[in-house]
């Protein structure tokens, strides 16, 4: 790949791609839906308990992190799907461990919340 050097309109042309990997996230990838309709239940409840700022961060980090691992677990299937149609144990392998990924920081995300929201609501 050639590198032509910065220039602003490339940077902002990035930025229009990237905006649009976050629209296919939310609009085509089911689990992501599960995770934003779950963002929007941790944001009102934040709200309604009265969330300090630097559990305002956490969440935040928090959620921004499960939403990357989705993007990037939905992507990682994408590619394992176009290289290879037919099934391979190694592909399977991938979008596996892949999705365990997904799985694990997604438990994470529910200990933090866990450990968040409990105090302020009981």
């Given amino acids: 790949m050639k590198n032509d050097g910065f220039t602003l309109r490339k940077r902002l042309r990035s930025f229009r791609f990237?905006?649009?990997?976050?629209r296919l996230l939310v609009?085509?990838?089911h689990?992501?839906?599960?995770?934003?309709f779950i963002t929007v239940c941790v944001l009102i409840t934040g709200g309604i308990v009265g969330l300090s700022g630097m559990e305002?961060?956490?969440?935040?980090l928090t959620i921004g992190i499960v939403l990357a691992a989705e993007a990037i677990n939905s992507s990682i299937e994408a590619l394992a799907?176009?290289?290879s149609p037919d099934y391979h144990e190694a592909i399977?392998?991938?979008?596996?461990?892949?999705?365990?990924a997904v799985?694990?920081?997604?438990?994470?995300?529910?200990?933090?919340g866990l450990i968040i929201f409990?105090?302020?609501?009981?």
Avoid at 56 to 60: D, Q, T
């Fill in 27 to 29: 609009t085509r990838e």
């Fill in 56 to 60: 305002w961060i956490v969440i935040a």
């Fill in 92 to 100: 399977k392998r991938t979008k596996d461990l892949a999705a365990g």
């Fill in 81 to 83: 799907d176009f290289v």
């Fill in 18 to 22: 990237a905006f649009n990997g976050i």
């Fill in 103 to 112: 799985l694990i920081l997604a438990i994470a995300a529910a200990c933090v």
């Fill in 118 to 122: 409990i105090p302020k609501l009981f």
């Fill in 31 to 36: 689990n992501a839906w599960i995770h934003c």
